[in-house]
């Protein structure tokens, strides 16, 4: 079977500004590298500035029939890059931001980043060393739910490609991303739809936990998910028929984590995972739902 898609929208994919690219380069030359050619270490396409940027997104979003995006600022201090992506092309992107809750300027970024436009606070406790349901994390969801925007939160097993290419540290305390401790403070604010990427990344059981905790609680389907490898004989078919048993279809949205040029947008996230939908015999309501419809309710967007 093979579902009709009526929106075709990806909740992950991570938008490499300029500013990006210049604040690894800082990193890389504060470490002692060389930090003048991390793009072409990379191996990625220069992204020229942020309106051309947003502008290859889309045709690339039009090649794939892609219709809406959530595009996230990879670093703490990009958010302007992301809202100058979302001014360029309102109709077709939902900015989101990585935001450190426990850095001096977190409640002024945050201020200013809904005052832009921006829609979702990026979380990374492991990589920011602070929990979940810790009382700066509290602000952050209180603001959230003045601003009627949402909150993502990464959980589970956090690893940044290009720190490991670049030969940067990634000093993450894994302990800290707890879905359960998400759910802990996502029940005390119910209107604040909160996403937890790619499963919970290695604590499915944890997330499953969770989504029964705090009904505001969604999971992307995002990445490889390569976190599957810690679960013996758990398959993504098998993660799919557990979460969709668990919340049903409406508390899934599908993203691909995809990043960077010349690659592109991930489309073989996409056709694996309307295979295993498919597999399991899931309807296409359902699945339109998964793809498309969630997204839209979420972010109050028009499918």
Known sequence: MTAPMTMLADAHCHFFSPSFFAALSREVA?????????????????????????????????????????????????????????????????GAFMLNPAAPDAASRLEHAFDAGLRVPCLFPAMHRTRPDDATVETVFAAAAKAKAAVFVHCGVLSVGVRKRLGLPSPFDQRLGDPLAVAAIAVRHPDVPVIVPHF??????????????????????SSSNGWIRYHPGLTLRDVFARALDVAGPDRLIFGTDSSFFPRGWQAVVWLEQRSVLDRLGLDSDAQARIFGGNFARIFGVRS
């Open 200 to 221: 919970g990344a290695g604590m499915f059981r944890e997330a499953l936990m969770a989504l029964d905790a705090a009904p505001n609680l969604v999971l992307d389907t």
């Open 30 to 94: 504060a470490s002692g590298g060389d930090g003048s050619d991390v793009i072409a270490r990379l191996g990625f396409d220069d992204p020229v500035d942020n309106e051309s940027l947003a502008d290859r997104w889309v045709a690339e979003f039009d090649r794939h029939g892609v219709r809406r995006a959530m595009l996230i600022a990879s670093v703490p201090g990009d958010e302007m890059s992301v809202a100058a992506a979302v001014r360029r092309h309102p109709d077709r992107f939902v």
